[in-house]
Antibody
Framework: QVLLVQSGAEVKKPGASVKVSCKASGYTFTTYSMHWVRQAPGQGLEWMGIINPSSDKTTYAEKFQGRVTMTTDTSTSTVYMELSSLRSDDTAVYYC???????WGQGTLVTVSS | EIVLTQSPATLSLSPGEGATLSCRASQSFSGYLAWYQQKPGQAPRLLIYDTSIRATGVPARFSGSGSGTDFTLTISSLEPEDFAVYYCQQRGTLYTFGQGTKLEIK
């Protein structure tokens, strides 16, 4: 079965970077692009970007341009999302989700606090 | 950027009633309009994609419709497990979500 397993919770200081991983299994990794979406406490869903594992082509939401980097490691079927220059309002649960399907990771809580 | 506006923000209904949730886009687009359901502490669940196609395992009481700038999610007869937050998402230009509609028990 399709599984997306994300890395564990992180606590970071303002100005630092965080890198969240999403390991895929149960399907051919390069067949589907992967989205990253985040949800701040009590807020709605916010789309951050998408990466195509077969080409490494990325498209980022304008809001995150220059601060987010999405990469893949096809040898381990893992997608990474790195967000830099963290601020307190980056505190959120970050989800990876396979494109054109209902498969999501379990979410990773990133807390930014001094 | 296409902005999606969902209405109402909160919908209070009783089990057995029908629900109509609206999603309006700031400009017309062709392509993918999806609906998600989210319960507290859970990842979103895909209900509808390509405007009107139910995802695998989604009950027939959920249906989607619309085109251009106006889209609708209809739940024909509410079950207790349907009370949640619902989001629409477009992929006509990049991908954006609406702000959500909270469906609560009256």
């Amino acid at each position: 079965q399709v599984l997306l397993v994300q890395s564990g919770a992180e606590v970071k200081k303002p100005g630092a970077s965080v890198k969240v991983s999403c390991k895929a299994s149960g399907y051919t990794f390069t067949t589907y692009s992967m989205h990253w979406v985040r949800q701040a406490p009590g807020q709605g869903l916010e789309w951050m970007g998408i990466i195509n594992p077969s080409s490494d082509k990325t498209t980022y939401a304008e809001k995150f341009q220059g601060r987010v980097t999405m990469t893949t490691d096809t040898s381990t079927s893992t997608v990474y999302m790195e967000l830099s220059s963290l601020r307190s309002d980056d505190t959120a649960v970050y989800y990876c989700g396979r494109d054109r399907s209902g498969y999501w990771g379990q979410g990773t809580l990133v807390t930014v606090s001094s | 950027e296409i902005v999606l506006t969902q209405s109402p923000a909160t919908l209070s209904l009783s089990p057995g009633e029908g629900a109509t949730l609206s999603c309006r886009a700031s400009q017309s687009f062709s392509g993918y309009l999806a609906w998600y359901q989210q319960k507290p502490g859970q990842a979103p669940r895909l209900l509808i994609y390509d405007t009107s196609i139910r995802a695998t395992g989604v009950p027939a009481r959920f249906s989607g419709s619309g085109s251009g700038t106006d889209f609708t999610l209809t739940i024909s007869s509410l079950e207790p497990e349907d009370f949640a937050v619902y989001y629409c998402q477009q992929r006509g230009t990049l991908y954006t979500f609406g702000q959500g509609t909270k469906l609560e028990i009256k």
